[in-house]
């Protein structure tokens, strides 16, 4: 047994050498994995080979076979999985030994502690090995005493859910509908603390997605699409439990939780954190549902400070740009918006949608110099981080934001600043500036932005193009001009044939305006540059513009 064949000191030596090597704040994601696999009971075939090197599979997807070195456990391992240095597997292993001698769940704690214990606590020979009676002394079943952690409630959920999932599956199929049966389950906070029902719904919810998530790219699932009924169920659980979870956020946007909450609430911080960084369909959620939380329910600034400081320090040592938009989310919620526009800039590719959403905020809740100040620190930034926006769904984002700053001029009676909005916006604003124009009958400032955007007659609604000549003969000739170039280009007869009813329009607005020595003078050079194409010549004598 490993109880008899693993040295104690030894064990206790590898668990410090891990708790300082690998700090939970960096490496969470790979240390909360390895315990899962362990507790999920995917660890068997461990035999401990000598005094101090274990060996065991890992099953995860496909079985991994995995070697420890206890005397150096941060150095010396193996695995086949491509995970470069210390990976999950070894990590599951190594729960999966630790817990035969001691507490892993108290392993953890120390971990997200940073603490190394110099004696953990063995469990008594009859002592119940749950979790539960470890902290109260008492078998399961009876009531828990106050002071429950947040890491009680996960310990709970997976009790309950394997015991779902025991009874529910059907051969490898997720149970039909399981979010809909389980999540009310694991969300009963049966009165033990008062005002944290919200809170641990939340976490429910937080759970069962994690689970839904490892389910769903065990399957290949999680890049979207729907092959199947089963994935189609699966789809339904996760958005299912995805709103279930915000839910329970908005629960705390319209009353304060008890101050009795925030220990629990301070333990949320980590758990939140972890969905900010989930991959493929859950992606976006996990960003929606990170900046909500800290909007509703982590609202003290220290604890804001604290976690902008993390995100800083994620975003540079791993490269991450999902932790540099959190760290900008959350320095504009700590009202320093210089910080957050400084991380905007870094990453250009990414800003635009965001500071879109940020207008919308401070225009809706009436924070109009705030907005005018970070409009004109970034104003000159803003073409670039259009650019960078997928041109697919760029139209509509232009759009609503075009909708906000328009409201905004409006209610400042500034209709200078909504052109300048418009401008800024260039090439990509041209049919929202086309209508401003329009509109203020600004007729030659419009045909000089056709120009610009090299629009030509022919791409013009013709009750627009109607209304222009009517105004002004004049104005729409360099129109017409730059369509017969287009047109030739083309180089197709039927290309031609539009080209000649577009000079025969020209001709008579040059007789209108009594300029036909110009008109002869201009196709007269028209004919030379095109004395190649046939073609269009031939047409030209149909339309009886030669002779």
């Not at 104690?8 to 891990?18: F, I, T, V």
């Not at 939780?257 to 960084?277: H, K, M």
């Not at 000739?477 to 025969?504: C, D, F, G, I």
Request: overall charge neutral.
């Amino acid at each position: 047994m490993l109880q008899t064949t693993v040295s104690k000191p030894l064990l206790q030596q590898a668990a410090s050498e891990l708790i300082k090597e690998f700090p939970f704040s960096i490496f969470h994601h790979l240390i909360q994995k390895g315990r899962d696999l362990a507790r999920s009971g995917l660890v068997y075939n461990v035999m401990v080979v000598n005094s101090h090197e274990v060996e065991g599979v890992v099953s995860d997807i496909t079985p991994h076979e995995v070697m420890l070195d206890l005397t150096k456990v941060a150095r010396r391992h193996r695995c086949p999985c491509p995970t470069e240095g210390l990976c999950p597997h070894i990590l599951a292993l190594f729960f999966y030994v630790y817990g035969n001698v001691f507490d892993n769940g108290e392993l953890f704690r120390l971990w997200k502690k940073g603490q190394i214990s110099a004696a953990p606590k063995e469990p008594a020979a009859n002592e119940p090995n749950t979790p539960a009676a470890k902290r109260t002394g008492k078998t399961a079943g009876l009531p828990v005493v106050a002071h429950e952690t947040v890491e009680d409630w996960w310990d709970q959920f997976e009790r309950q859910y394997e015991d779902f999932f025991a009874r529910q599956q059907s051969g490898t199929n997720w149970p039909y509908r399981l979010a809909f049966q389980l999540l009310p389950k694991l969300g009963k906070n049966n009165g033990r603390q008062a005002g944290a029902r919200p809170l641990r719904e939340l976490h429910a919810a937080l759970f069962l997605l994690e689970k839904l998530r490892e389910y769903g790219e065990a399957q290949g699932w999680s890049d979207g699409g729907f092959g199947s009924y089963r994935q189609f169920s699966w789809h339904q659980d996760v958005d299912y439990v995805a709103g279930r979870a915000l839910a329970a956020l908005e629960a705390f946007s319209t009353q304060s939780p008890p101050r009795s909450l925030n220990a629990l609430i301070e333990q949320t911080i980590l758990y939140v954190r972890d969905g900010l960084f989930w991959e493929g369909e859950l992606a976006s959620f996990g960003y929606d549902l990170y900046t909500t939380a800290w909007e509703t329910l982590f609202t003290k600034p220290a604890w804001r400070q604290e976690e902008r400081a993390e995100l800083l320090r994620l975003a540079k040592s791993q490269d991450n740009i999902r932790a540099a938009m959190a760290a900008a989310h959350l320095s504009f919620l700590l009202g320093e918006d210089d910080e957050a526009i400084a991380l905007y800039r870094a990453f250009p590719d990414q800003a635009g949608v965001f500071l879109a959403e940020w207008f919308g905020r401070f225009i809706q809740n009436g924070l109009l110099k705030r907005f005018e100040a970070v409009w004109e620190k970034i104003k000159h930034d803003w073409p670039l981080y259009l650019s960078h926006i997928p041109a697919f769904v760029r139209s509509s984002f232009l759009e609503e934001t075009a909708h906000w700053f328009e409201m905004y001029a409006r209610h400042r009676n500034r209709p200078g600043a909504w052109e300048e909005f418009l401008q800024r916006s260039l090439p990509y604003s041209v049919n929202e500036y086309t209508h401003f124009l329009y509109k203020q009958r600004r007729d030659q400032e419009l045909v000089d932005l056709f120009l610009w955007a090299n629009i030509t007659a022919d791409e013009l609604p013709p009750p627009m193009l109607k209304t222009l000549q009517a105004r002004g003969t004049e104005l729409v000739m360099p129109l017409y001009h730059r369509t017969v170039v287009k047109l030739l280009n083309e180089k197709n007869r039927s290309s031609y044939q539009k080209a000649v009813r577009y000079l025969k329009t020209l001709r008579a607005q040059y007789r209108s305006t009594k300029r036909l020595d110009q008109w002869e003078a201009y196709l007269e050079q028209l004919l030379a540059q095109t004395a190649r194409l046939r073609a269009f010549h031939e047409e030209l004598k149909k339309g009886k513009l030669l002779p």
